[in-house]
Structure formats: structure tokens, C-alpha cells
């Protein structure tokens, strides 16, 4: 918990909601052992993080309880005034007022301030049930919630980074290999590259989606009930498609937070990468973009700086998403089969990456459109290079020469360029015919930069029909990420179709 408070991840304050420790409803002392030493409790209660399950909680509880209903495993009187217990409980959730005594963990707290409000019928919820699979149900909801929610801010960033790159088909940069000037192309094949990785990252989002089907609930500690329960019933309320299929297998089972992190880890890697780009490209050395002044910070000390720390910052955190995938991976490595508390240590990572990627995607939305290209400085960046040179050798090969003789010839004219001082754009055809008889003046003619670009038409190229057909397939497969993860019901949404039932 301190390492992910370090990074950014803490609750923000330390909430203050819970009370003193409340009736033990079932720890060892109400089943007639020893009283938990309070400092054990502390030690080992979850509730502090688990707040963020609540309303999943709550939504779980209400989905089990009206199937305990509809089976008659409880009568509707008691029931009724369970849910209206619990639709109580949710209210003051929602407003911020719900105190939760000091339980281990959110479900106990729950049980044990519903008891508190209506009594000892609260003791029926929890037939056919346990804190493994109420567990692992709630995550579920979690992530399910976090996925559906994130993919229409990524897809929107997608489609956000196409009209941007639509807006910049005309600036040319050069694109780089081993950190060293390689071949000329668009701003607008430059900000698609992104939004090709960020899509990755909403399909992986509906991946993620696809490993939240399965409802856990009803199969109890480890092994399933003996009571008549109808967990189809309660897995349709939950807007589950499916049931888990192995009890022992779902009471251990995180790797649908596993592939959250994950994914996680990949778009902070991705916001990295995209942020390492901009950095560069705004030093003194580059020159090819300016940060708008609401978006750069100054120096205590040296008056004239203009520091991209958001974008190292975005960069920065990405340690933290990465850490908490490798962290979550270090907790389920080695366990035994069934439930084991050590699965409570899934909540920081997971709940790191439901905070830290809205943020960074937030601030990636906000500072893009402040980040402006300078034309001049990258079009001299182009002239200073040798970026044609490829360009130049496929001129030749078009006239049936071999390329690795193309290859070897143009190889000739640059160095003979450098020795000269001249750059390859200003090779005239009587220079360049003394390095060989192939460069003529229509040859030569692809060595502007925008020669350059508009003729790379391959798909995936940098040519601006290349560009405009991978932006309209981005555009749409984006679009059609949004729509569908919209169909995906939120835990709100739930709470609705259940308060009443
Ligand atoms: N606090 C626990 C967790 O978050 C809930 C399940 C506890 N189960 C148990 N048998 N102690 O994983």
C-alpha cells in the first residue's frame, strides 16, 4: 500500500468513515474462540481499500439476495426488508454518509452495519455465499466497470489523434531508426503511429471485457451449495452472460485483473513512448515543436526555461502501472489451489490502474492540442539529412537496376555530398553523374522531401492516401469500440434494475 500511495495511487487522505470495531458477526470469538487482537485486525483488514468496492458490494448483495428469494432459500418478508436495508446502505453510500464499522474487509463491514440497521435477518444474505466468491464477484463488476468505461475515452483519443493527424498531412519531419535521421515522412503518419498503438490498447480494454463474463457468484468458500440456489438468476441480474465453471478455479482466480494491469501497463508504456517523442522533439536540439505555456513548467533557478515536465511526469508514472503488474503477478505465483488471503494484495495494483490510466489518458487529451509543430525548423531538419537516399535508389531500381547496385551507387553520392558539403536535395545532375552515370536530372527529382512522402503509396505507408485509408479504418474501428463497450452495463445501472426487484 505505501508503494502505490508513493506513486500516486493512495486514496487520496486517508478516509475517516470508519468506526470503532462494531459486533464481531464472524470471526473466530462468534464462533467461541479468542477475540482477534485489534492490532491483528489492523494489520490484516482490507477496508481502507476495499471502499472502492462498495457499490459493487452492495450490487453483488442485492443480485444474491433476490435469488435467494425467487428460490425461497429465504421468505420474501425477511427479504424485503433486507433489500430495503441494502437500497438504504447504497443511498447513504452515494451521499458520502455511510460510516462502515472497522471490519477485515468491506463485505464484513457491510453485513455488520446492515445488522446494526435492521437486525438479526441480515443474517439470512449471507446463506449460499462467501466472502471468496462476494469477492470475487465484486472485482469482476470492478473491472468490468473500469474497461467498459475506459475504452470511449481511449477510443476518443483515437479519433481525437486521426483528426489531428488530418489537420497535419502537410508538415514533414524525419522519422528515425536507431535515433538516427532515417527517412522523411508526415506529422499526420507520425500522430497515426500513436493512434494505431492507443487502439491496440481499446481492443485489449474489449479483451478485457471478454474475461469479465463469467459470474463467480454462488460458488460459496471453495466447493459450491448444498442449498437449491439458481446462480443463472443471479448471474443474468449482474448482467453476466455466463457462470464461472469451477468453484475451486474461481475463488483464486485474478487473471481478469491480471489482464487489466496488463493492459494498463501497455497503454502507460504506449503514453511513454508517445511522450518520450514529444519531449525530444521540444529541445533545443530538435526544435520540432513548441509546449503551449499552460502546459510547461519553469525552472526555480534558470529563468528561461520552458520544462515538459507533464510529459515526463506521464512518463514517469508508467513505472507505477508496470510495477503493479509485476506485483500482482508476484502475489498469484506459488499459490495453492482454493482461496488464500494473500489474494486481498490484488486491490493496490488493480485499484493503481483504474486511477492511474483515466489520469494520464486526461492529461494526454489536454496537452496535445497545446503542443504545436514548427515547420521551418523540421523541414531544415529534412534538408540537413540524407533521408531521400532510399527514395534515390528506388528511382534506379524503377529503371531495372539491380537495388543493391542502386544501393552501392546512391551510398557513393552521399558520401561524396558530405565530403563536399552539399546536401542530396542540391546535387546537380552534372555532380551526381560523375559518382554514376545512372543519376540524371529525372532521377533526381524524387530528392525533395514531399517527393519523397507522396510516392511511399504501400499500405502502411506514409503517403497521405496510405495515411487517409489507415486513419478511416482507425476511425471506424474505434467508433465501433465505443458503441459496444456502452452496451456493457455500469454498477449504477444495476443498482437500478435491483433496487426494486
Ligand atoms: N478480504 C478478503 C479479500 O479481499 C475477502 C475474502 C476473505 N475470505 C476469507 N475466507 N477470509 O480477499
Not at 29 to 37: K, Y
Not at 111 to 123: H, K, P, T, W, Y
Not at 146 to 153: C, D, E, R, W, Y
Request: glycine fraction near 8%.
Amino acid at each position: 500500500a505505501t508503494a502505490h500511495a508513493a506513486a500516486g495511487c493512495a486514496a487520496g487522505a486517508r478516509r475517516s468513515l470508519e468506526k470503532g470495531n462494531a459486533v464481531s458477526i464472524a470471526r473466530t470469538e462468534a464462533a467461541g474462540g479468542l477475540a482477534l487482537l485489534p492490532e491483528v485486525l489492523r494489520y490484516t483488514s482490507s477496508l481502507e481499500s476495499d471502499r472502492a468496492l462498495l457499490r459493487e458490494d452492495l450490487v453483488g448483495s442485492l443480485a444474491h439476495l433476490a435469488m435467494l428469494r425467487k428460490t425461497r432459500i429465504i421468505p420474501e418478508d425477511q427479504g424485503l426488508v433486507i433489500r430495503n436495508g441494502l437500497v438504504e446502505l447504497w443511498k447513504a453510500a452515494e451521499a458520502g454518509t455511510l460510516l462502515l464499522p472497522g471490519e477485515e474487509d468491506v463485505h464484513m463491514a457491510v453485513e455488520a452495519e446492515l445488522q446494526r440497521r435492521i437486525g438479526d435477518v441480515s443474517g439470512l444474505l449471507h446463506s449460499a455465499r462467501s466472502r471468496n466468491d462476494q469477492v470475487a464477484t465484486d472485482l469482476r463488476l470492478h473491472v468490468r466497470d473500469a474497461a467498459s468505461q475506459l475504452i470511449g475515452p481511449v477510443a476518443a483519443w483515437v479519433l481525437e489523434l486521426a483528426s489531428r493527424a488530418r489537420a497535419e498531412r502537410d508538415v514533414l519531419l524525419p522519422a528515425y531508426t536507431h535515433r538516427q535521421q532515417a527517412q522523411p515522412v508526415s506529422v499526420a503518419y507520425w500522430l497515426a503511429s500513436h493512434a494505431a498503438a492507443f487502439l491496440r490498447d481499446a481492443q485489449t480494454l474489449r479483451f478485457v471485457l471478454s474475461q469479465c463474463t463469467a459470474s463467480p457468484l454462488g460458488v460459496g468458500a471453495v466447493s459450491g451449495t448444498s442449498l437449491p440456489t439458481d446462480r443463472a438468476y443471479a448471474a443474468t441480474l449482474l448482467g453476466f452472460p455466463q457462470m464461472t465453471a469451477n468453484g475451486m478455479d474461481t475463488v483464486g482466480d485474478r487473471d481478469f485483473a491480471l489482464d487489466f494491469c496488463f493492459a494498463g501497463a501497455k497503454f502507460a508504456v504506449h503514453a511513454s513512448h508517445l511522450a518520450t517523442d514529444v519531449i525530444d522533439y521540444a529541445t533545443s536540439e530538435f526544435g520540432f515543436v513548441t509546449l503551449s505555456g499552460d502546459i510547461s513548467m519553469g525552472s526555480s533557478m534558470m529563468p528561461q526555461k520552458k520544462n515538459p515536465d507533464l510529459f515526463e511526469l506521464i512518463r514517469g508514472k508508467s513505472g507505477a502501472a508496470i510495477g503493479g503488474l509485476t506485483s500482482l503477478l508476484v502475489t498469484l505465483k506459488g499459490l495453492p489451489s482454493g482461496y488464500n488471503r494473500d489474494l486481498q494484495e490484488d486491490r493496490g495494483p488493480l485499484l493503481c490502474a483504474t486511477k492511474s490510466w483515466p489520469a494520464a489518458l486526461a492529461m494526454l487529451r489536454l496537452a496535445l492540442p497545446r503542443v504545436t509543430f514548427d515547420k521551418a525548423h523540421t523541414e531544415r531538419a529534412l534538408a540537413s539529412g540524407f533521408t531521400q537516399a532510399t527514395d534515390l535508389a528506388e528511382a534506379l531500381v524503377k529503371r531495372g537496376i539491380p537495388f543493391r547496385q542502386a544501393y552501392k551507387a546512391v551510398g557513393a553520392l552521399v558520401r561524396k555530398c558530405q565530403e563536399s558539403h552539399v546536401g542530396l536535395a542540391d546535387a546537380t545532375p552534372d555532380f551526381a553523374a560523375t559518382v554514376d552515370a545512372a543519376f540524371d536530372a529525372d532521377s533526381l527529382r524524387v530528392l525533395t522531401p514531399e517527393g519523397a512522402v507522396s510516392r511511399k503509396r504501400s499500405p502502411g505507408g506514409t503517403s497521405w492516401s496510405s495515411v487517409d485509408a489507415s486513419l478511416n479504418t482507425m476511425v471506424d474501428e474505434a467508433n465501433a469500440l465505443a458503441e459496444s463497450a456502452s452496451k456493457t452495463p455500469t454498477v449504477a445501472q444495476l443498482f437500478a434494475s435491483l433496487k426494486d426487484l
